[in-house]
């Protein structure tokens, strides 16, 4: 049973700019319309980039908020149906269930648990994989997944892996992470899915109208180094940068943070010229 519409992703973005857990929601996307992938990034870059009044609509740009955000963008402007489930009984029978009745299923696994990665048995790392179809006498799902080919930015290609596999690295993701939930996305009545410049037009409405007065993430960072800085003798700063520091922050982790943000600006506007055409 493959479903034959989810295909790898035709966008060239690397991981620093449409991470790991947006990218497989955006190949979903695709399978109901080649353009709704780049209007999803579009919209999510606005919420994760942008300080936003809708509490719904803000996120702390990571993976776990990815999926709760996304799950709001899509269920209010894109006419599909985004759930997070917990497979309570039989794992394998809930995505092979859901997968006959063409639902798009989403499953989080943990690398450090998958033979292949370069995280293997070193990091915890989660991940999020699209599950094509299955074959369920040789206890096979068929894939769609970059970590295969050894490098983050190659395409979501297809591939193969065991039930087993699949199970296991999905219970470590959820022991490690706190985290049960499956992603399916549906389009419950069959119906056409919202238009391009309606889900533009949702997007932009939010950014006028909802945008927060101080909606700088990037503008909010700078200022709180600068007021570090500024409470700091010089040697303590000069001690505490030799310790990739700022203050009680890690000096690494505020960069990549900001230039992250740059980068999600970036698809923002991209993705808003490039789909108004």
């Not at 696994?109 to 995280?119: G, R, T």
Request: net charge negative; aromatic share 12%.
């Amino acid at each position: 049973m493959i479903i034959n519409s989810l295909k790898p992703n035709r966008d060239s973005y690397g991981i620093d700019e449409i991470n790991c857990f947006e990218k497989p929601v955006g190949i979903v996307l695709d399978s109901y319309d080649q353009k709704l992938s780049g209007v999803f990034y579009m919209f999510i870059k606005c919420c994760n980039t942008y300080q936003l009044e809708p509490p719904e609509y803000c996120s702390n740009i990571n993976n776990f908020d990815t999926m709760i955000l996304a799950e709001t963008i899509i269920n209010n402007n894109f006419n599909l149906h985004f759930q997070r489930v917990i497979p309570h009984d039989d794992f394998h029978g809930f995505i092979e269930d859901n997968i006959k009745k063409y639902n798009r299923v989403l499953v989080p696994i943990n690398l450090k648990e998958l033979y292949y990665a370069h995280e293997y048995k070193t990091i915890d790392w989660p991940h999020l994989l699209v599950i094509k179809g299955f074959d369920h006498d040789k206890k096979l799902y068929n894939i769609l997944d970059y970590t295969q080919q050894n490098y983050d930015d190659a395409a979501y290609t297809p591939f193969v892996m065991e039930y087993d596999t699949l199970l296991r690295t999905y219970r470590s993701y959820c022991d490690t992470f706190n985290s049960k939930d499956i992603t399916v996305i549906s389009n419950i009545q069959n119906e056409t899915p919202s238009s391009i410049p309606d889900i533009i037009e949702q997007c932009l409405s939010l950014f006028d109208s909802k945008l927060s007065s101080n909606p700088h993430f990037l503008f909010n960072t700078m200022e709180l180094i600068l007021e570090t800085i500024e409470s700091q003798e010089k040697d303590e700063i000069k001690k505490s940068m030799k310790q990739d520091k700022i203050g009680s922050f890690k000096f690494s982790v505020i960069c990549r943070f900001m230039a992250n943000e740059v980068k999600g600006k970036n698809v923002f506007f991209t993705e808003l010229i490039n789909n108004s055409r």
